[in-house]
């Protein structure tokens, strides 16, 4: 290994493997080897999962990582589930697996391959290299960047600078997702609805935008908060509105970052161009989206007032781009539902001595868990702080 600025742990927070064995590795290469743990992915368990024990891991595990690492990104197996339903054909049907499988993905037909592939898909559109950094409307060439593949240390920068709040979400649209043969054929009137975005921004990605005049990323933009509706707040901590599905609305968010892939149909070059009498002429910059569409997603992040600038965008418009695709990363104070959910749960089965001995067969004490349970107490206060 010649050159080495961090690790990046993929792991699931449910079972013991991930949680356990992959923290435990990231722990002995910070400690032994000096090596920074720089991103982490972590898949967080179905609400109603399978594991008994995947409250007490996830607490665990998540308490230590933010005392670990730089960032922390949260994958919803629920979210992705929910994604994967609406990608599905009709004949698509759960009876394909065995009826003795009560698990979530079961009920759903839904494989393990395909959770992992969208998974590997919204991890690939954010972190995968660019050709373009912007910062704040600078924008930065990032060729010597690219060589060292550099993008985990930027995504660091640009949405957990402050040491208090590390948690990110990312939601990514893609062209492939989007393709409307796989599209739902129901008549309800929001699956109509959404069946007319999936065939416009088919045309636009497939077709050219012909006279939309530099829209292309709007109707993208659009749906990036109609997929955050699909992350389900916990019913059982949703005690206002038991058993309803709010969907998440971020609220104080504290910074995004919208990364665009691909080349980008109907938009005008940023390079100057000349005219026919040969007058230099500005153009708008490829790929950046209008102002009317970013302000729209602007006011639906609701970003904290002492951040002027929360949005930093990435370009990659070469044309090996692997695929068009809109990606959406933010900190945002609305992880402290997931966070206080998750405190809840654990609580109520430690309260009950719920499997603990299970846990202190191995060492781990009282103590550990208390540790583990200020820890992310404190992340909350932290965000609460923040969003003010």
Known sequence: LDYCI????????????GSGLGLRLAEDAVEELDLCLRLT?????????DAPLQSYNSLLTLGRLTQLSESVVLLQNDWLLTQLNCRLPRNRVASS?????????????ITVDEMNRLAAEQMMNLLAPCDELASDGNTVQADGVRSVHAEPLALSHSLTALSEARFIRIISESAQSLNFKKSSRSTSPYRAKSRMH?????HIFFHGCGERNGTDWDHLEHLLPTKLRCC????TWNLEKPGQRTGCRPLGTLAALLVYRGRLTGLTNSRTRDSDDGVPKESARTGQPTASSLQRLHDYMRPVRWNSSPFDHWYESRPTAMENS???AFNSYCITEDLNCLLYRAQMRRNMKA???????????????????????DVVRGYEELAR
């Open 326 to 328: 809109v990606t959406l």
């Open 97 to 109: 697996l065995p009826t003795t499988d009560s698990s979530v993905m079961a009920q759903t037909g």
């Open 41 to 49: 992915f972590s898949v967080t368990p179905h609400r109603y999962g």
């Open 6 to 17: 961090g690790l990046c742990l993929v792991h699931s927070l449910a079972g013991g493997t």
């Open 198 to 202: 999936v065939l416009n921004i088919h």
């Open 355 to 377: 499997y603990l001995h299970w846990y202190e067969k191995f060492g781990c004490t009282q103590d550990t868990f208390d540790a583990a349970v200020e820890q992310l107490r």
């Open 232 to 235: 389900p707040i916990d019913a």
